[in-house]
T-cell receptor, first 109, second 112 residues
Framework: GIQVEQSPPDLILQEGANSTLRCNFS?????LQWFHQNPWGQLINLFY???GTKQNGRLSATTVATERYSLLYISSSQTTDSGVYFCAVRGSTLGRLYFGRGTQLTVWP | NAGVTQTPKFQVLKTGQSMTLQCAQD?????MSWYRQDPGMGLRLIHY???????DQGEVPNGYNVSRSTTEDFPLRLLSAAPSQTSVYFC???????????FGQGTRLTVV
């Protein structure tokens, strides 16, 4: 299967700081998604981004498929950004999602 | 449009009991799947379905059964619960195997 590595595993920020989360994957993919798992356990879709760059408010993401990585940028972080951020990729055959282990983000006021 | 709905949200079972986790979607998605999430790990695929009547095993299928009689529903059955099945279970759906996936709110299962 496809290996997905996320870094850093943990990130602690003060409110207002910026951060970059990284996702590396081991094979070519058809689909890449970023999710935020909030403190209540819900998985919230952030970006569907097989390639290129997308922005949604304070969040943006870039995927460079040829180099097998994706970056999630969080600007002016808020306490509500706390939680675990997952990167997941789909392979070209079965279509299953392969998840990384996540980045645990804690934002302090 | 409710998206992906899972029931129940919480469940406690005794070892050996059976139960069914329900998953329903109203987006006319063909591709549905079940994942489990354990502490410190990402989500791992249990079973998936590419359409009504078609299912297949994922990464960790042992102890679980599925069937897909309609496009909307994809129940997950535990035939004889074991403590190792204590986990949070997520159901997901997507239009096809290559499109954006949407997840239900999860079912937190404890087997004692």
């Amino acid at each position: 299967g496809i290996q997905v590595e996320q870094s850093p595993p943990d990130l602690i920020l003060q409110e207002g700081a910026n951060s970059t989360l990284r996702c590396n994957f081991s094979d070519s993919v058809n689909n890449l998604q970023w999710f935020h798992q909030n403190p209540w356990g819900q998985l919230i879709n952030l970006f569907y981004i097989p390639s290129g760059t997308k922005q949604n408010g304070r969040l943006s993401a870039t995927t460079v498929a040829t180099e097998r990585y994706s970056l999630l940028y969080i600007s002016s972080s808020q306490t509500t950004d706390s939680g675990v951020y997952f990167c997941a990729v789909r392979g070209s055959t079965l279509g299953r999602l392969y998840f990384g282990r996540g980045t645990q983000l804690t934002v302090w006021p | 449009n409710a998206g992906v709905t899972q029931t129940p949200k919480f469940q406690v079972l005794k070892t050996g009991q059976s139960m069914t986790l329900q998953c329903a979607q109203d987006m006319n998605h063909e591709y549905m799947s079940w994942y489990r999430q354990d502490p410190g790990m990402g989500l791992r695929l249990i079973h998936y379905s590419v359409g009504a009547g078609i299912t297949d095993q994922g990464e960790v299928p042992n102890g679980y059964n599925v069937s897909r009689s309609t496009t909307e529903d994809f129940p997950l059955r535990l035939l004889s619960a074991a403590p190792s099945q204590t986990s949070v279970y997520f159901c997901a759906s997507s239009y096809s195997r290559n499109t954006e996936a949407f997840f239900g709110q999860g079912t937190r299962l404890t087997v004692v």
